[in-house]
C-alpha cells in the first residue's frame, strides 16, 4: 500500500523558511513511474497546485506562479522523499499542505495527509 506522510509545518513570521517533507513507502503496479506534487489549502478556498517535481529522469519541475521564486522543491531518490522549501514566507501561504503522487491516467492519485503552515505578519 502506497502512503504518503507530510512534515515540516508550523508556524513562522513574515520572511521566515519553512522546509516541507514528503517521505513515501509502499508501492504498486501503478507506482513504477509518478511524480510528487504539493498542493495546498487555505480555509474558505480550494486546493491549489504549489510544485511539481519528476522523480525520474531530469527531475523537471513546475511552480506556481505565486510561489516562482520563492520556493524550491527536490527530491533525494535514496529517501524516497521529495522536499519542498520555502522561503520569503507570506501571511498568503498560510495553508495545509499536502502531498500528492501522480501516477498514470489509469491509476489513482495518492494524497498525503497534510501539514499545517501558519504564517504571521
Known amino acids: 500500500q502506497v502512503q504518503l506522510v507530510e512534515s515540516g509545518g508550523g508556524s513562522v513570521q513574515t520572511g521566515g523558511s519553512l522546509r516541507l517533507s514528503c517521505v513515501i513507502s509502499g508501492s504498486s503496479a501503478c507506482t513504477t513511474k509518478y511524480d510528487i506534487a504539493w498542493h495546498r489549502q487555505a480555509p474558505g478556498k480550494e486546493r491549489e497546485f504549489v510544485s511539481r517535481i519528476a522523480t525520474s529522469g531530469d527531475g523537471s519541475t513546475t511552480y506556481a506562479d505565486s510561489v516562482k521564486g520563492r520556493f524550491i522543491i527536490s527530491r533525494d531518490i535514496a529517501k524516497n522523499t521529495v522536499y519542498l522549501q520555502m522561503n520569503s514566507l507570506k501571511p498568503e501561504d498560510t495553508a495545509m499542505y499536502y502531498c500528492?503522487?501522480?501516477?498514470?491516467?489509469?491509476?489513482?492519485?495518492?494524497w498525503g495527509q497534510g501539514t499545517q503552515v501558519t504564517i504571521s505578519s
Open positions: 500528492r503522487m501522480i501516477t498514470s491516467k489509469l491509476c489513482p492519485d495518492y
